[in-house]
T-cell receptor, first 115, second 112 residues
Framework: AQTVTQSQPEMSVQEAETVTLSCTYD???????LFWYKQPPSRQMILVIR??????QNATENRFSVNFQKAAKSFSLKISDSQLGDTAMYFC????????????FGKGTRLSVIA | SQTIHQWPATLVQPVGSPLSLECTVE??????LYWYRQAAGRGLQLLFY??????ISSEVPQNLSASRPQDRQFILSSKKLLLSDSGFYLC???????????FGSGTRLTVV
């Protein structure tokens, strides 16, 4: 079974600074998808970024980018120019490419952006 | 465009009472549907998922059940709530295949 580990329960960053959230996963699959979701205080889950394992290029969405290291099974999220609105829980998630299988989530990292 | 509706937003129920949470998706057909529970603002626990009408997979044995009476409707139920059923319940959907989820806005359930 796949597992996703987020080793940082809580982090903080100064406004306008850069922060990196860690995620590692364990799988025997060769083709899969990885996601980062954001859950602000409203508790609405929002998709931040998505990475296909067969793509070597790291995904980027505006201030959000990932460092995908397939051999190391690592998928970290970098937030540049942090804003107060980035304060949220961040969840890393894994999905197999075979069939309709559910996402497997990590336990989350609570990020606080400090003014 | 596709939208997902989940209700109610909040619910306070006594121990031993029944439960029915509803989730519907619009603007798509044959979606995969999911129920997750989140306790104490931490991780998401998958409860049930469905890849088609009448097809329900249960991930955690407990006093909850799920049904999918229509293609775009997913219902979470309980005959008798326990205190431990308190939490934040999220419904989600995705298209067939390896696609990320779109989540509903959640239901905060407090069992008293």
């Amino acid at each position: 079974a796949q597992t996703v580990t987020q080793s940082q329960p809580e982090m903080s960053v100064q406004e306008a600074e850069t922060v990196t959230l860690s995620c590692t996963y364990d799988t025997s699959e060769s083709n899969y998808y990885l996601f980062w979701y954001k859950q602000p205080p409203s508790r609405q889950m929002i998709l931040v970024i998505r990475q296909e394992a067969y793509k070597q290029q790291n995904a980027t969405e505006n201030r959000f980018s990932v460092n995908f290291q397939k051999a190391a099974k690592s998928f970290s999220l970098k937030i540049s120019d942090s804003q107060l609105g980035d304060t949220a829980m961040y969840f890393c998630a894994f999905m197999k490419n075979s069939g309709n299988t559910p996402l497997v989530f990590g336990k989350g990292t609570r990020l606080s952006v400090i003014a | 465009s596709q939208t997902i509706h989940q209700w109610p937003a909040t619910l306070v129920q006594p121990v031993g009472s029944p439960l029915s949470l509803e989730c519907t998706v619009e603007g798509t057909s044959n979606p995969n549907l999911y129920w997750y529970r989140q306790a104490a603002g931490r991780g998401l626990q998958l409860l049930f998922y469905s890849v088609g009408i009448g097809q329900i997979s249960s991930e955690v044995p407990q006093n909850l059940s799920a049904s999918r009476p229509q293609d775009r409707q997913f219902i979470l139920s309980s005959k008798k709530l326990l205190l431990s059923d308190s939490g934040f319940y999220l419904c989600a959907w995705n298209s067939q295949g390896p696609h990320g989820y779109t989540f509903g806005s959640g239901t905060r359930l407090t069992v008293v």
